[in-house]
C-alpha cells in the first residue's frame, strides 16, 4: 500500500499539488466560519440529575441570572442619595432596554440580598431576552453601554453571559498571541534543525493544511452538534507540532535515500514506505487515544476527540501524500538555500551523541534507569492529595471584568444564591410538605438556611451552607440531601455548582476504567502489529504510566498548590477533572507518537538481523535526534499556550510541553533503550498463535532493497 502511495505522489506531484492548493483556499475560507458556532460551556453531564435541575429552574422559575451589574459607590456607598440616584437612573434604563428581561436592582427593591455587607457595592440583576439569548455581541453592547466609571458610581458586567464572552475573547486572543509567540520560534529552530530555508518551509506548509482542514471540518460538526471552543487551541498546537514531527521525519529519510544513490522517485517511494509506514501507525495510536475522549458524555471533551481525530488525520493524509509530492517537486533542490553552519553538515541522521547515550544505558540499564523511575514516583507523589473542581470565572485573569464581579461576589455578598444547593420539587409541595422537607433539610450537617419558593407546578428550595461549592463538606452535603426521602408523589432533583460538580466527577469517574482500558487495549494490539512482540507494548505502557503520573503530578504542584503563579498569572484552584483527563489522552497519544519512532528504527534493525542490543544503539542512534528535535519544537508550540489568560488552557499548555519532554528524554533516551536491553531478544517474542497473526496481519517494513524505479520526466 505504502509502494503505490509513493508512487502516486511521485508521478503525478503536480496534480496533487494542484488539488491541495485548491482544498486549501476552501478549508481556509470556509474554516474561519467555526468561531461562531463554538460554545464556551459543555463540563457538565447532560444527563445528570444536577443538569435536569438547572432546566427546572429555567423552565419554571425563570432560570439564574445571565448578567450581574455591579455597581461600586466607593467610600460613598450604595445609600449616598446621589449613588442611589444614579443608580435608580441605571435601573430604569436596563428596565427599558429590549435586550434585558427581569431586571432587579438593589435601587429598586432595597433587597438586603442585593448590597454588600461594607455597603460599597451594589447589584442589578438581569436575564438576556430570548432573542439575545447565547449572542456574544447583544452582551458586548451591553458592556460598552452600561459599564462606565463616571459619575458617583463604577459599574462592571459580569454573570454567565459575560464570563463566555470573556472566555471566548481571551481564547482568540490567546490563539494569536501563542501563535505569535511559537512559530517564530519555530521557524528559527527548523532552520537549525534542517539547516535550509526550503526543507524548513515544508513543516510550516504541512501545519497550515492541518489547522485550515480541521477549522473547517469544526465549523461542519458545530453546525450539527455542540462543541467547545477550546478546540480550537488543541487543533492549532496539534496541528502544528504533528506536521513538524512528520516533515522532519519524511525530510531526513528522502535525504538519507538520496544520499544513498537512489534517484527522485525511488527515493519518494522508499521514504513512504519506510517514514511513511511509520507516520501511518503513529498517527493511528494518537487518533485512538484522542477518540477515547468520545466516550464521555461531557461535550467539551469529545469537541477535543473531533479535534484530534480531524487534525491528526489531516496532518497523516499531507504527509503521507502532499509532502513526498513536494520532496519529488524539488527533488535535491530540498536543501536549497542551505544555510552557512549546515553546508558541512551529513545528511545522516546518525547522531554520536544519542550513540554514547545508548551504549551507555544498555551495558548498564537496571543502574541507568532506576533513577529515572524514582525520579518520575516522586514528581507523580503529588497526585494524591489532588483536589477536583469546574471552571467558573476564577479560570479568566483578575484584570477580565466578569473576574471582577465574580470576586466582589464571593467576598462581599455572603447570601449569594448561585452558591446554594439547589432541590428542584415536581409537582409542587403542599405548605405541610414544604414545612416537613424543609425542615429534614435544615437537619443536615453544615445546612444554615433552607428557603423555598413556588414556582410553575414545582417548588425550589435553596439550600445554603457556608462551605465553598467546591469543597469535600459541599459535596458531601450533596449526598446528604439526595438520601433524603422527599414527600410522597414527588420528585426531587438536586442542583447548584456543588452538584454538577459531583455529577461531573460521576460521568468521568464511572467511565474512566472503560477510557483506560480501551485506551490499554487499543495500544497493545496495534503495537503488537507493528512490532510482532507482546512485551513490547506491555512495555511501552508502563513506561508512559511512569511519565504521565510525572506530568500529572507536577500539574498538582503548579495549578492546585500555586507554585509559579504568580509569575504566570492564574489563581490556584482545584484542578478541571476534565482538563485533567484530556490531557492524559493528549500526552498519551504523543509519547505513542515517538515511541513508534524510535522501534521502528530499532524493529528495522532488528529484522535486518542485528543483535538485540546493536539494534537499539542504531536505532536511537538514528532517531534519537528526530525525536528531541521534534519533541522542542512540539514543545514550544505547546508552551505558549502558557501565556493564557484562560488557567486550564496555561495548564494545556504547560503540561502537555512538560510530558513531551520528559517522554522525548527521560523514557526514550533511558527507559526505552534500557528496558529494549533488558529484554534482549524475548523483546520480539509473541506465543505461537499470536504469531501466526502477525505473519498474517502485522505492518510490516517494505524490502530493504525494492526494485529499482524509473523517474518519469514529469515527476520534478
Request: proline share 5%; aromatic share 8%; net charge negative.
Amino acid at each position: 500500500m505504502f509502494t503505490r502511495i509513493g508512487l502516486l505522489a511521485a508521478r503525478h506531484a503536480r496534480a496533487v499539488l494542484v488539488v491541495t492548493v485548491v482544498l486549501l483556499a476552501g478549508a481556509a475560507g470556509f474554516g474561519f466560519t467555526a468561531f461562531g458556532k463554538l460554545q464556551t460551556e459543555g463540563f457538565t453531564d447532560p444527563g445528570a440529575e444536577s443538569t435536569t435541575a438547572d432546566d427546572l429552574v429555567d423552565e419554571r422559575f425563570g432560570g439564574s441570572a445571565d448578567l450581574v451589574f455591579l455597581v461600586d459607590a466607593g467610600e460613598a456607598g450604595v445609600d449616598d442619595p446621589a449613588v442611589a440616584a444614579a443608580g435608580e437612573e441605571l435601573t430604569e434604563r436596563l428596565t427599558d432596554d429590549p435586550a434585558l428581561d427581569e431586571v432587579t436592582s438593589y435601587f429598586g427593591t432595597g433587597a438586603p440580598p442585593l448590597r454588600s455587607d461594607d455597603g460599597r457595592y451594589a447589584l442589578i440583576v438581569a436575564h438576556l431576552g430570548s432573542d439575545e439569548s447565547g449572542d456574544d455581541g447583544a452582551v458586548a453592547d451591553l458592556r460598552n453601554t452600561y459599564a462606565t466609571d463616571e459619575g458617583p458610581i463604577e459599574v462592571t458586567l459580569g454573570g454567565g453571559a459575560a464570563v463566555g464572552l470573556d472566555i471566548r475573547d481571551q481564547v482568540k486572543a490567546d490563539l494569536a498571541l501563542a501563535e505569535a509567540i511559537a512559530v517564530p520560534l519555530i521557524l528559527i529552530l527548523l532552520l537549525f534543525a534542517f539547516g535550509s530555508l526550503v526543507a524548513a518551509s515544508l513543516p510550516l506548509a504541512l501545519g497550515a493544511m492541518a489547522v485550515f482542514g480541521t477549522f473547517a471540518a469544526l465549523s461542519v460538526i458545530g453546525s450539527l452538534t455542540d462543541v467547545s471552543v477550546f478546540s480550537i487551541n488543541l487543533t492549532t498546537a496539534l496541528g502544528l507540532g504533528l506536521a513538524v514531527d512528520y516533515a522532519l521525519l519524511m525530510v531526513s529519510r528522502f535525504r538519507e535515500e538520496l544520499a544513498a544513490g537512489r534517484d527522485v522517485t525511488g527515493a519518494v517511494v522508499r521514504t513512504v514506505e519506510t517514514a511513511g509506514r511509520t507516520i501511518a501507525f503513529s498517527a493511528a495510536t494518537v487518533a485512538a487515544a484522542l477518540a477515547v475522549l468520545l466516550v464521555f458524555p461531557l461535550y467539551f471533551l469529545r469537541s477535543f476527540a473531533y479535534a484530534g481525530i480531524a487534525v491528526v488525520v489531516i496532518a497523516m493524509v499531507s504527509a503521507l501524500l502532499v509532502l513526498p509530492a513536494l520532496l519529488a517537486v524539488m527533488g535535491p533542490r530540498v536543501d536549497k538555500g542551505r544555510l552557512p553552519w549546515a553546508r558541512s553538515r551529513s545528511t545522516s541522521t546518525e547522531s554520536t551523541f544519542w550513540r554514547r547515550v545508548a551504549v551507555a544505558v544498555t551495558r548498564r540499564p537496571v543502574l541507568t534507569a532506576l533513577p529515572v523511575v524514582a525520579l518520575l514516583l516522586l514528581a507523580a507523589a503529588p497526585l494524591l492529595k489532588v483536589e477536583f473542581g469546574t471552571p467558573d470565572d476564577r479560570v479568566l485573569t483578575t484584570a477580565s471584568d466578569s473576574r471582577v464581579v465574580g470576586d466582589a461576589m464571593r467576598e462581599s455578598f455572603p447570601a449569594d444564591d448561585t452558591r446554594a444547593i439547589q432541590v428542584v420539587t415536581t409537582p409542587e409541595l403542599s405548605a405541610d410538605a414544604v414545612d416537613a422537607y424543609t425542615g429534614e433539610l435544615s437537619g443536615l450537617p453544615g445546612v444554615t438556611k433552607v428557603t423555598a419558593t413556588e414556582g410553575s407546578d414545582a417548588t425550589l428550595l435553596l439550600v445554603r451552607t457556608d462551605a465553598d461549592p467546591r469543597s469535600a463538606e459541599a459535596q458531601d452535603l450533596v449526598g446528604a440531601i439526595r438520601d433524603v426521602e422527599p414527600p410522597d408523589g414527588v420528585t426531587a432533583m438536586v442542583g447548584g455548582e456543588a452538584a454538577r460538580l459531583v455529577d461531573s466527577k460521576e460521568a468521568i469517574g464511572s467511565r474512566l476504567w472503560f477510557a483506560a482500558g480501551a485506551i490499554a487495549v487499543i495500544m497493545i494490539v496495534l503495537l503488537f502489529l507493528f512490532t510482532g512482540g507482546i512485551l513490547q507494548p506491555l512495555r511501552a505502557l508502563l513506561f508512559n504510566l511512569f511519565a504521565l503520573s510525572a506530568t500529572l503530578g507536577l500539574m498538582v504542584l503548579v495549578f492546585q498548590e500555586g507554585w509559579f503563579s504568580s509569575p504566570l498569572g492564574f489563581t490556584p484552584l482545584p484542578l478541571d477533572i476534565s482538563m485533567l483527563v484530556l490531557l492524559f489522552c493528549i500526552a498519551f497519544g504523543l509519547s505513542m507518537d515517538y515511541e513508534v519512532f524510535v522501534v521502528s528504527r530499532v524493529k528495522e534493525r532488528h529484522d535486518a538481523g542485528a543483535a538485540p542490543v546493536p539494534a537499539v544503539v542504531d536505532g536511537l542512534s538514528h532517531t534519537g535526534r528526530i525525536v528531541t528535535t521534534a519533541a522542542i519544537l512540539l514543545a514550544v508550540n505547546f508552551f505558549a499556550f502558557g501565556t493564557s489568560g484562560v488557567s486550564f488552557i496555561q495548564m494545556f499548555g504547560i503540561g502537555s510541553g512538560i510530558a513531551i519532554l520528559i517522554d522525548a528524554t527521560l523514557v526514550r533516551g533511558v527507559l526505552v533503550p534500557a528496558g529494549l536491553a533488558l529484554l534482549g531478544s524475548a523483546a520480539w517474542w509473541a506465543p505461537r498463535p499470536l504469531r501466526r497473526v502477525y505473519d498474517r496481519l502485522g505492518l510490516r517494513e517494505a524490502p530493504a532493497e525494492p526494485a529499482p524505479v524509473r523517474s518519469p520526466e514529469n515527476a520534478r
